[in-house]
């Protein structure tokens, strides 16, 4: 089955510092992978995709995500946090049902947490 | 674009009751979908359609009902409330390509919080 994991709950990181959140991916051919991220009390908001080409995928405000093939991860970074960063992140990857349509299958969720 | 509306976005229910969670979109998307959200659990497909009059189940569908009676509308009802479906209820809808077997980019509503009593 097509899954994603995110093995951390919670990364903590203050403000002005590089930030990575992990994603790893268990796919049947080539994975077709996202990033969302939610607000509270808000739905989840689109950050970037990869489907091939670059490896580094750049994304909405200021976020980029590596996609590393052989360790089969897709780690989303940002160079410089910000205490408005601070949300709850998905990874997710697109996988074929047995109905031969399509889904995401989401992650359980990081919890980023900016330090002024 | 309004993109992705749901209504109500607060509810509580007792044991039993029936209840319908609206989704709208105005993307012209013909892929829909809906998702709960629970801690922990991040988030599990109920229902989806690939267009007007498509619907099929995902995941987690016991206790639920959709249809798809138009592109725009992709109504969730709840048949008899439990407190087993107090959660985070999600609507999404992405263009898809080859009759919804290729869904692109989903895009969310704002969600319903619902609690069952």
């Known amino acids: 089955a097509q899954s994603v994991a995110q093995p951390e709950d919670q990364v903590n990181v203050a403000e002005g510092n590089p930030l990575t959140v992990k994603c790893t991916y268990s796919?049947?051919?080539?994975?077709?992978l996202f990033w969302y991220v939610q607000y509270p009390n808000r739905g989840l908001q689109f950050l970037l995709k990869?489907?091939?080409?670059?490896?580094l995928v750049k994304g909405s405000y200021g976020f980029e995500a590596e996609f590393n093939k052989s360790q089969t991860s897709f780690h989303l970074k940002k160079p410089s946090a910000l205490v408005s960063d601070s949300a709850l992140y998905f990874c997710a990857v697109r996988a074929f049902m047995n109905t031969g349509f399509q889904k995401l299958v989401f992650g359980t969720g990081t919890r980023l947490l900016v330090s002024p | 674009n309004a993109g992705v509306t749901q209504t109500p976005k607060f509810q509580v229910l007792k044991t039993g009751q029936s209840m319908t969670l609206q989704c709208a979109q105005d993307?012209?998307?013909?892929?829909m979908s809906w998702y709960r959200q629970d801690p922990g659990m991040g988030l599990r497909l109920i229902h989806y359609?690939?267009?007007?009059?498509?619907?099929d189940q995902g995941e987690v569908p016991n206790g639920y009902n959709v249809s798809r009676s138009t592109t725009e509308d992709f109504p969730l009802r709840l048949l008899s409330a439990a407190p087993s479906q107090t959660s985070v209820y999600f609507c999404a809808s992405s263009y898809s390509r080859a009759g919804g077997t290729i869904i692109e980019t989903q895009y969310f509503g704002p969600g319903t919080r619902l609690l069952v009593l």
């Open positions: 993307m012209n998307h013909e892929y």
């Open positions: 359609s690939v267009g007007a009059g498509i619907t």
């Open positions: 990869y489907i091939t080409g670059d490896n």
């Open positions: 796919v049947s051919g080539n994975p077709y």
